[in-house]
């Protein structure tokens, strides 16, 4: 990111972090203080916004748009650990020590970023010391869903993971229990989030399409029945 916030962004920018979880506990004031404190920049679809082993120097937030973060292993292959959302933080573990990146993100939409210097934000939660609980309950959200991601794959099949993960993809486009529109996203992408190779998620999708749960029309996937996917799910 090269170019600070201006007045204009800093106003847009405290706007969306008043939303978040973790910032919305500032005050009015505090808010603008850390748009004002960080930069914003927006990215095209496709574009990495931070990369594996890139140095833990900032706190990052998705304004807007949405990303996949990348785990690429030494041998070189990609595995997509989550999807990230308008109003999510992310870079949160290397800002614990400063460690670098564990993962890299990369937009599956067009994206709007904030980036928080380490040494304010650690300012931050010595001024507020509100913003520790927070931070807390964000470490302790991203553990619960490693432990239930680790649940999935030891105690649902191949259609019970993919149809979760359905449901979920759906809710963060926005039209619950509807549609998925997966621009950016490959069916290889699908198959690391669930655990899988890419020919057996097909082989799960033409299932749930010969059951009448869902409809395939190119990237955009339609939810038929919702009641039944969230048996097949588990939830």
């Given at each position: ?10 106003e ?14 500032l ?15 927006r ?20 304004l ?62 010595h ?84 059951h009448h ?11 038929l ?11």
């Amino acid at each position: 990111m090269n170019a600070r916030s201006g007045p204009h962004d800093a106003e847009r920018v405290a706007a969306v972090l008043s939303r978040t979880s973790l910032f919305r506990v500032l005050e009015e004031d505090g808010i603008r203080d850390v748009a004002r404190a960080g930069l914003s920049r927006r990215y095209r679809q496709g574009e990495t916004i931070l990369r594996q082993g890139d140095p833990g120097e900032s706190l990052f937030v998705l304004l807007d748009g949405l990303a996949k973060v990348v785990f690429t292993t030494e041998h070189g292959a990609e595995i997509v650990l989550n999807m990230l959302e308008g109003g999510d933080v992310f870079g949160e573990l290397a800002l614990l020590d400063g460690s670098p990146r564990s993962a890299s993100i990369v937009t599956t939409r067009p994206a709007w970023v904030f980036a928080l210097p380490r040494a304010r934000f650690v300012e931050l939660i010595h001024e507020h010391p509100g913003l520790t609980d927070e931070f807390l309950r964000l470490l302790g959200r991203m553990v619960r869903r490693l432990t239930g991601q680790a649940a999935d794959l030891a105690y649902l099949d191949l259609g019970g993971r993919l149809a979760k993960l359905l449901l979920r993809l759906a809710d963060r486009n926005g039209r619950p229990g509807d549609v998925v529109d997966l621009p950016g996203l490959t069916q290889s992408d699908l198959a690391a989030l669930v655990g899988a190779t890419r020919p057996a998620v097909n082989r799960a999708l033409q299932s749930l399409v010969a059951h009448h749960l869902i409809a395939v029309h190119g990237r955009t996937i339609t939810l038929l029945d919702v009641a039944a996917l969230r048996r097949r799910g588990g939830l």
